[in-house]
């Protein structure tokens, strides 16, 4: 009896969602010795911890495909890019990494409600979610660097972000928890 509750195109874009999320765990901590080499610390903190919750999205990807009755596969990972100009450089790729990511998030959630596979629309909503957190996260990341100095930020204005940024939330607040007292 076949009790694979997923198509085979959903099973399909998961699996490439899988390799996804575990190339976007080498390219966090790729660019997180970067900038612990560059004399970052904060910087390189902040983007280990985050390789992490990268990992963290992956196994959740393979645990529901598991869960489904689907096979998740385990595929070999990209290089990551090579190392950044600078933080500015750092953040921006960073940023289109995420976007690109979130575009590859909307096609899953496309196809899930093209097949009315409403439990795999159910998960994705979770990484819909989350993308705007990331996204704002890095956003917060480029505006901060933008105050400092942006390419021409000096030194001191470098470390004194470095310090602030290796001592942020892994989560960006986000408007839905907004409020009068709490804007
Ligand atoms: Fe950076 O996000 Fe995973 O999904």
Redesign the pocket.
């Given at each position: 009896m076949d009790t694979n509750r997923l198509s085979k195109p959903i099973e399909d874009i998961l699996n490439k969602q899988v390799k996804?999320?575990a190339d976007?765990a080498q390219t966090y901590l790729s660019y997180a010795a970067w900038a612990d080499s560059e004399g970052y610390a904060g910087v390189a903190n902040l983007l280990f911890r985050?390789s992490g919750?990268?990992r963290n999205?992956m196994m959740k990807v393979i645990g529901y495909i598991q869960e489904r009755g689907g096979r998740a596969r385990i595929t070999a990972l990209v290089a990551p890019p090579k190392d950044p100009k600078n933080l500015q450089e750092c953040f921006e790729k960073i940023f289109q990494?995420?976007v690109d990511?979130t575009t590859a998030?909307y096609e899953i959630v496309n196809l899930s409600q093209k097949e009315k596979d409403w439990a795999t629309w159910n998960f994705g909503q979770w990484?819909v979610k989350?993308?705007i957190e990331?996204e704002t996260l890095v956003m917060d990341l480029l505006d901060k660097l933008k105050i400092a100095g942006g390419p021409k930020a000096s030194n001191a204005s470098l470390l004194y972000l470095d310090n602030k940024i290796g001592k942020q939330e892994d989560d960006a607040d986000l408007a839905r928890d907004a409020s009068v007292d709490n804007p």
């Open positions: 996804k999320e976007a985050h919750e990268e999205h990494h995420e990511n998030i990484f989350e993308q990331e």
